[in-house]
């Protein structure tokens, strides 16, 4: 019986006749589907062939190798700067522009004033200084990259003074003294876990000091009894030895973060007022932008950094350049509710009930009886290494099935078109909508109910 049927495979020649367009993708999904073809005769899953049931695979394989690797998901996890989930997301007016930029040529590495050769970030210099009131500014790749051009720019070969408390790993093996050993200078600990004083920096200041080094805690807090010294006192410490200070901020916030209930976190223009000679920080964090590493500060020292053989190989690209100057526009246009990460750290919470409402009205209709299904209150984290233990409150739909593991509910709906990423939390399914976009809710009920039927039929 089998193999009879094995027979009656049509040859690839044939089968591509089906699907005529011709593209390499089409040819290797063909052969696939009718490997798969084969398998389920083999496994006595088929038990005929008809040229539907032949469509039927091979147009799965078409529409999977057709699926881009990194794709649109939806984020119903609430974290809003999720790492796993490209962080931050820009407003379809900044996606505009990029758009113009990248589709044509553009004058990148031309001042259009002189006609000569111009530097590539000159557009996000200007906003830049004027935002943080730095003096001068040099941008990266990224924030990694910023604090290793930094060190190794300005204390290759001697050594830096960091507070045992600040010693900080970070996601995806981003270490201080890993990035330390890497540039040649040297790492000096001062202090404890919990406790370092202004003298201990002191104490260790030595002929051979090229940096005195904060690093923000971004993803934990030392708690109870503590003490660290913080960015004034170092600069005093700083200027009275003549040793320059620089902070890694981390993810760097322009906006207070008190003006949303959240608790103090300096911002980039406090820092600076502080007096620091170098601070780094993350474009795509509370930024809200594109990757990239900025760095601003005293002049001098950032000619030097500028200057290092290192800045060429960090350099960013024009695609970077071109979000990062329409994100800064924003900023000094005060137009904050366009800067998507803005917009949803500020929602008010009726407003994220009413799509939490309306998600769980299109699923309670459809949804059987085995599952349950409510609207709740509930807490969710910024991510992104900014605010490690707060939480702004949210909504989330909350769907619990009988007899069957959520977490099953959870990895389907990972793998659905478009993929959607919730939360679990004590074996409930949680879809917080406080980063689900109105014109998501739709597609993301279809991705549920898809889900449902799948896991009713088996
Ligand atoms: C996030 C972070 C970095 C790394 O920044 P990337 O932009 O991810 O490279 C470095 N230091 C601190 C303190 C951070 O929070």
Not at 37 to 49: G, M, P, Y
Not at 140 to 167: D, P
Not at 195 to 206: G, N
Not at 287 to 316: C, F, M, V, Y
Request: charged fraction near 30%.
């Amino acid at each position: 019986m089998g193999k009879e049927l094995l027979r009656k495979i049509p040859s690839v020649d044939r089968v591509l006749k089906m699907f005529p367009d011709g593209s390499k993708e089409t040819k290797e999904a063909v052969r696939k589907g009718l490997d798969k073809l084969r398998k389920a005769i083999l496994e006595n899953q088929l038990h005929e062939i008809t040229d539907e049931i032949i469509r039927k695979f091979i147009t799965k394989e078409i529409e999977k190798a057709k699926k881009f690797n990194l794709r649109r998901v939806i984020n119903a996890t609430g974290v809003i700067i999720h790492t796993n989930l490209g962080r931050a997301p820009i407003d379809n007016e900044v996606a505009e522009h990029l758009k113009e930029i990248i589709t044509g040529y553009s004058n990148l590495e031309l001042n259009l004033e002189t006609g000569k050769r111009g530097i590539r970030y000159q557009n996000v210099k200007e906003l830049l200084k004027e935002l943080t009131d730095a003096e001068d500014v040099c941008v990266v790749n990224n924030n990694a990259a910023a604090v290793l051009l930094v060190l190794s720019a300005l204390a290759a070969g001697k050594e830096v003074i960091v507070s045992r408390g600040e010693l900080i790993e970070i996601g995806g093996s981003f270490r201080i003294p890993d990035v330390m050993k890497q540039s040649g200078a040297i790492l000096k600990e001062v202090g404890t876990t919990n406790k370092t004083h202004l003298k201990d920096y002191e104490e260790a200041i030595s002929e051979n000091t090229g940096l005195l080094l904060k690093v923000h805690t971004s993803n934990y807090k030392v708690l109870g009894f503590t003490e660290s010294v913080d960015s004034k006192q170092l600069v005093e410490l700083g200027r009275k030895h003549g040793i320059p200070v620089y902070e890694d901020l981390g993810s760097g916030s322009f906006i207070d973060v008190r003006h949303y209930g959240l608790s103090y976190e300096p911002t980039v223009q406090n820092i600076v007022k502080s007096g620091v000679d170098v601070i780094s920080f993350s474009g795509d964090k509370l930024l809200g932008s594109a990757q990239a590493g900025i760095i601003i500060g005293k002049k001098e020292l950032i000619e030097k950094i500028k200057r290092h053989p290192l800045n060429r190989a960090l350099r960013i690209d024009k695609m970077t350049l071109a979000v990062l100057e329409a994100t800064l526009k924003l900023y000094k246009n005060e137009e904050y509710q366009k800067i998507p990460v803005w917009r949803m750290i500020s929602e008010p919470e009726n407003s994220i009930k009413a799509r939490a409402e309306k998600l769980h009205k299109l699923l309670a209709e459809k949804l059987p009886d085995t599952f349950s299904i409510s609207v709740n209150r509930e807490e969710a984290e910024i991510g992104g290494g900014a605010l490690p233990l707060e939480t702004l409150p949210t909504f989330v739909v909350e769907i619990s099935i009988k007899d069957k593991s959520e977490e099953a509910f959870y990895e389907l709906l990972r793998k659905e078109e478009p993929p959607v990423i919730g939360r679990l939390k004590n074996g409930k399914l949680l879809l917080d909508m406080r980063t689900v976009k109105e014109e998501e809710i739709e597609v993301l009920s279809k991705s549920v109910l898809s889900v449902a039927k799948k896991l009713i039929d088996g």
